[in-house]
Each structure stands twice: as C-alpha cells, then as structure tokens.
C-alpha cells in the first residue's frame, strides 16, 4: 500500500469513508489501497462500511498480500462478526485465488450471520475454483434452509456445469420464474446451451427473454458460428442493426470467425465493409484476423492490402500474413516476408518461426532452413516444442532426414505433434520400418495414445513402404482401439496404400463403404494406381465416378488421359483432353524447383525465360543423346 505524506490527523471516519467510496465506485483501487493506508497513519480505524470497499479493491487488483492485511485489521479492531465485512473476506479470498481461506471464512461465520449475499459468495468461490459439484451441494444446502435462490444464486454455478447439470438448472430457474426477467442469467444459461453446441435451445431462450443486452446477441452469434452456421449469425446480426443495436467487437470477431470457416468471399467483404461502417478500423486483433480471414477465403491480395494499411504491425499479424503464403502455395513469399520481418523492430515468436519454417519445408529450401535454426538458436528458442516440431519436419521434407532424428532426440518431453513429425519423416523417405518402430516405442514405452494425426502419419508410412497388412491393421485399430472416426486424410491414405499394392478388390470395396463426400477425392489415388498397373478398366470406371463427382478439376482429365495412354488408346486419351476443352478448363503448367547454392531454381514446363535456358536444353540434349546409346528406352505413357 502507499503512504501519503500530508494527510489531516482530524478528520473524521465518515469523510474517510467517502472517498474510499468514490475512488471504489470509479475504478481507482490503487487509489482506494493507498487512502485506507493514509486513514491508517492518522489512527484512525475501518468499520463495516469502509472494510468491504477496501476488500473489494483488493480483489480487483488481485492482491492477496493487501487483502491478508486487512484481514489482520479486521480481526485487530473486532468486525470478526460483522456479515457484512466476512462476505467481504470471502469474495476477497475467492477473486485472489485463495478457495481454502474464502472457504475458511464462511465455515467460521456464525449460521446466523451468512446472508444470501454469503451463500452466493461461496458458490462464486467454488465456480471459480472449478469445484461445481460441491458449488451445487451448496445451492442445495441453501434451499433445505429455506433461504430465497436469487438469480445471482445461479449465474456463476450454470457457466461451469457439465450438460445434464445444466439442464437441471435451466429446469430450477425456470420454476422460480428468474430467466425472464434477469437478462445476466438468461445469457449465463444461453452460454452454457452454446457451450455444448446447443444453439437451438440457446436460441429458444433468446427469443423467449423479453429484454436482451448486449451480451445475449453476442452469445447467440457466436453460438451459431460454433456450429457452423455463418448465415444465421450474419441474419442475427442484420437483425441487430434493424433494431438500433450497435455491433460490439466481439460481434465482429466471431463474424470474422465464421467467414474464415466457410471460407465466403462475399461475406467476407460484407463484413469488412459493415466493419469500416461501425468505425473499427486498423486495430489489433482485428486485422490479423481479417488476414487469417480473406487467406481462408483464399484471397492474398485483400489479405495483403489489410497487412499493408496497417502503420505499427504486431507480431500477431506479420505471422497471419506470413502464414497465408505458406498455406496457399506461396512459400518464397513467405520466406521474403519473413526475411523483411527481420528488418523491423518486431520479433518474431515461436508461432511466426515455425509457420516460416513449414514454408521452407515445402520450398525444399534448406538454405533458408538452416539460417531460421541459427537465429532460433542464438534467440534462445530452440528449447520450444513447436518450433523443435517444425525443424523436424522441415529437415525431413529438405532431404536431411538424420538431421530431423538428432531434433528429435534432443526433445527432452515429446508430445503428440513431436512423435508425429518424426513418424511422417520416416514415410515420407519410404522408412516404413522405422516409422513403425517409432510408433511402437511412443505406445509401449512412453505410453503415449495416438491421435488421427499419428494415425494419418503411420498409414502414410505404410503406404509409402508397401506395408499393406500392417496398414489394414492400423485403420481397425485406430477405429476399434482408440474410438477415432476415418477422416479423409485416413481413407487418402487406405486407398493408395492398397493402390498401390494393386489390392483393387478391397480398394473398391473400401471406396464404397465410405462416405460419399469423401468419395470425390479418393477416386484419384485409385486412378493413378490403375495407370501404374495398366488396369484400364477399372481406371475407366474410376475415371467416370471422379469426373461425376469433380468436374472442375483438370487434374482428373489428365489423369484419365495419362491412363489410356498407357494402354495405347490415343483416340480415347485425345478424347479426354476434348473434355477439358469442351468445359473450358485449362491446366496449369507443370513446374519444378531446384536449390542451387542457396538459390532456389524454378523451371515451367514450354518456358524459355530463364536465364541459362539455351545451356540447360544443349545439356539435356547432350544427355539425352547419352542415354540412347546406353539402350535406354523412355516409357511415353504419361501425356505432360
């Protein structure tokens, strides 16, 4: 507590009182700690009216050292007794994290003296404390004494409720007749509903309150943007303006949310603009999220034209932008960016240097690499798991798989996501046994239980390695042993690593078990396991679901081309490649990179800009002419 120096030795308690009362009420506790401290100095002494504000600025400011010294005062000058000043202690112990003194408290206060205020504050106290089972014993224990259930009574035992107490409780204060009209446990009750993905019952609640603040569009928004419904939270928030309420930020940031999860341009932009309209603009976080936002939507150039308007960019928003380039397929831009981050006063943290290393690992560049682990190193961040996950992974997919192993050993706590990079490294270089080794060490010896993303990393092991029957093995096991439901990535991986072990049969079978909306994309794994093993019928019939379920894509077109190909069917493969023209649809050009001291080089099929185009083609030339007369014959069954 402070001192003031000059301070009247006589004035009386009463204006002591008032001002301790004012800087209370206006938020000034320090202001509050530092009079108490002066009243103090002048011999004067607290009574129950100045002791609970003094407690309840202890509490705003969490400072259980002041709040223990006025607890001293308080038994010094005999207010031990005092109802008012013990439930000033409780809420004081309880907002400072100290669930055994608030609890202590109460149990020592005489049964007449606790109060409904005393009750609520001990329910507070064991909410906050995460003890909700005995906070509903003590609710209970309130109701056998007939004291009245008020709607503070509730508000802070509904937001920690599992569902079935939750339920128990909107029951109870329906009956007592306060959801109506007390608009704070109304959306106490509606957050719990959305807690659990319950927006239809939030929903109902909402339309049955008769007043709503604030808070309650923001929950119900919210709610339907958990669940995954952006246009009933955009028709909430229409519905808001319509009715003169002004959009708060929390509004915006779960609009953004949503539109980010549908990945909406046209929401997107709608949004923003209503955004600008309501005088938000250029403030963190929201524009890191706007960025996250038109990435999602797939839209850079908006992305990077909110990253560009923004003067001071924190952290926060060069990693959004930073990791947009890498997640849509820009990773040199990633990169540059990074490199340009490092020129600023700004530093990067974990989440920026991993998201730059992720670009690396699909740049192939181990140059760029090898530079982040070296600022990682001398910042002192090589210790942080996520940044030790992403040296893994980016070693691995560089090439340097020993590399990756040597950051892995040096893990000291590994975790799920450390195991899984080490085990999709060993699929990826076709390690199979390793990775199975790995995967068993991580069960057995560490007694770690795998998640979908090990499991996705342990069938793309056994594909790449031609493990059929332990990756059959492995799909039952993840359903059967560990409860976890196939995603897409699982059946990808379940249908070319029978694919490509010319398992048609069960591939077939498998594809139409699935899910129909997982069907779309795993028809082209199969595809390209019926060209490698010249099974054109059953590649014709592959071909004919893809194109039915995925029209637009021109990679299915050349898919089926390169198959009839392989059969010598030019008159069918030349019908294929009609197929794209009749739809309009035009490929990309293929395109490939090399680094070369440092420098990474990037060629395009039917391109002649680059700049030692003349002495690459006379080389290949020369080459070519070398392999003919060391009796190599090309396979021209793939159509470029």
């Known amino acids: 507590m402070q001192h003031l120096s000059s301070v009247s030795p006589k004035r009386p308690l009463y204006l002591w009182n008032l001002m301790i009362r004012n800087s209370t009420n206006n938020g000034s506790f320090e202001e509050t700690l530092s009079t108490y401290s002066s009243m103090l100095q002048t011999g004067v002494h607290g009574n129950s009216f100045t002791f609970p504000l003094v407690l309840k600025a202890c509490a705003n400011i969490n400072s259980i050292w002041d709040g223990k010294r006025v607890h001293?005062?308080?038994?010094?000058?005999?207010?031990?007794?005092?109802?008012?000043?013990?439930?000033?202690?409780?809420?004081?112990?309880?907002?400072?994290?100290?669930?055994?003194?608030?609890?202590?408290?109460?149990?020592?206060?005489?049964?007449?003296?606790?109060?409904?205020?005393?009750?609520?504050?001990?329910?507070?106290?064991?909410?906050?404390?995460?003890?909700?089972d005995e906070a509903i014993l003590v609710l209970k224990e309130m109701w056998v004494l007939g004291l009245?259930?008020?709607?503070?009574?509730?508000?802070?035992?509904?937001?920690?409720?599992?569902?079935?107490?939750?339920?128990?409780?909107?029951?109870?204060?329906?009956?007592?007749?306060?959801?109506?009209?007390?608009?704070?446990?109304?959306?106490?009750?509606?957050?719990?509903?959305?807690?659990?993905?319950?927006?239809?019952?939030?929903?109902?609640?909402?339309?049955?309150?008769?007043e709503t603040s604030i808070v309650s569009w923001t929950t119900i928004i919210g709610g339907y943007v958990n669940v995954g419904n952006v246009n009933e939270a955009f028709g909430l928030c229409n519905q808001m303006r319509r009715m003169s309420v002004t959009?708060?930020?929390?509004?915006?940031?779960?609009?953004?949310?949503?539109?980010?999860?549908?990945?909406?341009?046209?929401?997107?932009?709608?949004?923003?603009?209503?955004?600008?309209?309501?005088?938000?603009?250029?403030?963190?976080?929201?524009?890191?999220?706007?960025?996250?936002?038109?990435?999602?939507?797939?839209?850079?150039?908006?992305?990077?034209?909110?990253?560009?308007?923004?003067?001071?960019?924190?952290v926060f928003l060069w990693t959004s932008m930073i990791g947009g380039y890498a997640q849509l397929g820009y990773p040199s831009e990633a990169v540059n960016l990074f490199k340009r981050l490092l020129k600023t006063s700004v530093r990067p943290n974990e989440a920026t240097l991993a998201t730059t290393l992720s670009a690396c690992a699909e740049l192939g560049s181990l140059s760029e690499g090898k530079e982040i682990e070296e600022y990682i190193v001398l910042n002192g961040l090589e210790s942080n798991r996520q940044v030790q996950t992403s040296l893994i992974h980016m070693f691995s997919k560089c090439g340097r798989i020993n590399k990756a192993k040597e950051v892995f050993e040096r893990v000291p706590d590994k975790d799920l996501a450390v195991w899984s990079a080490m085990i999709n490294g060993y699929a990826i270089h076709g390690m199979g046994d390793q990775a199975l080794n790995l995967f068993y060490k991580m069960?057995?010896?560490?007694?770690?239980?795998?998640?979908?993303?090990?499991?996705?990393?342990?069938?793309?092991?056994?594909?790449?390695?031609?493990?059929?029957?332990?990756?059959?093995?492995?799909?039952?096991?993840?359903?059967?042993?560990?409860?976890?439901?196939p995603s897409i990535e699982h059946y990808l991986c379940?249908?070319?690593?029978?694919?490509?072990?010319?398992?048609?049969?069960?591939?077939?079978?498998?594809?139409?078990?699935?899910?129909?909306?997982?069907?779309?994309?795993?028809?082209?794994?199969?595809?390209?396991?019926?060209?490698?093993?010249?099974?054109?019928e059953l590649g014709e019939y592959a071909a004919k679901n893809l194109l039915t379920l995925n029209p637009g894509s021109t990679g299915n077109y050349v898919l089926m081309a390169n198959l009839f190909t392989s059969a010598g069917m030019w008159k069918e493969?030349?019908?294929?490649?009609?197929?794209?023209?009749?739809?309009?649809?035009?490929?990309?050009?293929?395109?490939?990179?090399?680094?070369?001291?440092?420098?990474?080089?990037?060629?395009?099929?039917?391109?002649?800009?680059?700049?030692l185009s003349v002495n690459i083609r006379k080389t290949l030339k020369e080459l070519h002419i070398k392999l003919l007369e060391a009796g190599y014959i090309a396979e021209a069954d793939i159509v470029p």
């Open 494 to 536: 379940l249908v070319d690593l029978l694919g490509r072990a010319g398992r048609f049969d069960l591939a077939l079978k498998t594809i139409h078990e699935m899910p129909v909306e997982v069907q779309a994309q795993v028809w082209a794994p199969l595809l390209s396991a019926c060209m490698k093993h010249h099974n054109v």
């Open 247 to 314: 959009p708060d930020l929390v509004v915006f940031l779960n609009l953004i949310l949503g539109c980010a999860q549908v990945g909406n341009l046209f929401l997107a932009l709608s949004m923003h603009s209503l955004l600008l309209k309501s005088g938000y603009n250029n403030e963190d976080p929201l524009d890191n999220l706007l960025v996250s936002m038109y990435t999602k939507c797939g839209d850079l150039e908006l992305a990077r034209r909110v990253f560009d308007a923004v003067l001071e960019k924190s």
């Open 72 to 132: 001293s005062h308080v038994l010094k000058v005999g207010f031990q007794q005092d109802a008012f000043v013990q439930t000033g202690l409780i809420d004081m112990y309880s907002k400072c994290s100290d669930f055994v003194s608030s609890r202590k408290v109460f149990d020592e206060m005489p049964v007449r003296l606790r109060s409904v205020v005393s009750w609520n504050s001990i329910i507070s106290a064991h909410s906050r404390a995460c003890l909700n």
């Open 443 to 485: 069960q057995h010896v560490e007694g770690l239980k795998p998640d979908a993303v090990v499991y996705t990393s342990i069938l793309s092991a056994c594909s790449h390695s031609g493990m059929v029957d332990d990756g059959l093995s492995f799909f039952e096991s993840m359903q059967n042993n560990f409860g976890i439901e």
């Open 573 to 611: 493969a030349a019908t294929a490649r009609g197929l794209m023209d009749d739809r309009r649809l035009t490929k990309e050009p293929g395109w490939s990179q090399v680094e070369i001291d440092g420098s990474v080089q990037v060629f395009v099929a039917g391109d002649r800009s680059h700049h």
């Open 148 to 210: 009245e259930l008020s709607a503070s009574t509730f508000v802070s035992v509904v937001s920690g409720c599992s569902f079935r107490q939750g339920i128990s409780m909107h029951c109870c204060v329906y009956k007592l007749g306060l959801l109506n009209n007390e608009i704070p446990l109304a959306n106490s009750v509606m957050s719990m509903y959305v807690k659990f993905g319950k927006v239809n019952e939030a929903r109902s609640i909402f339309d049955e309150i008769g």
